[in-house]
């Protein structure tokens, strides 16, 4: 059965740092397009970051880039999200997905996780 | 604030249909044909519906349909369940650098 499951939750405070883990079963995350998304409770979805499948390009939401870092490790099928100078309006439910497309464009996550929860506060 | 717009809520009747509108640019919605569906039930992850605009993925009821014209992508909810009482977000791709632009949402009773 395909699925991912994140992990690294946590509360942290104003200006830290947190690590947050997605493992993959049932599939490759290298050869698929993968995304981190994020949920602030009770409002929308706000798309973070993708890796590319072959070649591991990595892209950024403008407002994430210089402290958000995205990373893979086909061995351990899983991919990171390393969250820096964290803010409260950070505060949210961080979750991993796979493009549906594989081998071709399609711009639609198929498979999410069931997200891990992030709370910045002091 | 979201780039697309969906009206906060929607409602239709037990068997009855529901058209959930999910408006952009030709940035967006209007310039790609990558429109796609998401349903959230409450403490769920979302589902993926729709992609491609109008493309089902396995297991998703043809019950559900999608359709664009212009800069409008819609999502059709036809014989509504009890259970089809959700939260619906739409997602355009604007470009690699920002492929997954979602909607506020929708939030859908059945009366």
């Known amino acids: 059965q395909e699925q991912l499951v994140e992990s690294g939750g946590g509360l942290v405070k104003p200006g830290g740092s947190q690590r947050l883990s997605c493992g993959a079963s049932g599939f490759s995350v290298s050869d698929y397009y993968m995304a981190w998304i994020r949920q602030i409770p009770g409002k929308g979805l706000e798309w973070i970051s993708y890796i590319t499948s072959r070649d591991g390009t990595i892209y950024y939401a403008d407002s994430m880039k210089g402290r958000f870092t995205m990373s893979r490790d086909s061995a351990k099928n899983s991919l990171y999200l390393q969250m820096n100078s964290l803010r409260p309006e950070d505060t949210a439910l961080y979750y991993c997905?796979?493009?549906?497309?594989?081998?071709?464009?399609?711009?639609?996550?198929?498979?999410w996780g069931q997200g891990t929860m992030v709370t910045v506060s002091s | 604030q979201s780039a697309l717009t969906q009206p906060p809520s929607a409602s239709g009747s037990l068997g009855h249909s529901v058209t959930i509108s999910c408006s952009g640019t030709?940035?967006?919605?209007?310039?790609?044909?990558?429109v796609s569906w998401y349903q959230q039930h409450p403490g769920k992850a979302p589902k993926l519906l729709i992609s491609e605009v109008s493309q089902r993925p396995s297991g998703v009821p043809d019950r559900f349909s999608g359709s664009k014209s212009g800069n409008t992508a819609s999502l059709t909810v036809s014989g509504l369940q009890a259970e089809d009482e959700a939260d619906y977000y739409c997602?355009?791709?604007?470009?690699?650098?920002?492929?997954?632009?979602f909607g506020p949402g929708t939030k859908v009773t059945v009366l």
């Open positions: 030709s940035s967006d919605v209007g310039g790609y044909n990558y």
């Open positions: 997602s355009s791709f604007a470009g690699r650098n920002n492929p997954y632009v």
């Open positions: 997905a796979r493009d549906h497309g594989r081998g071709h464009d399609c711009w639609a996550l198929d498979i």
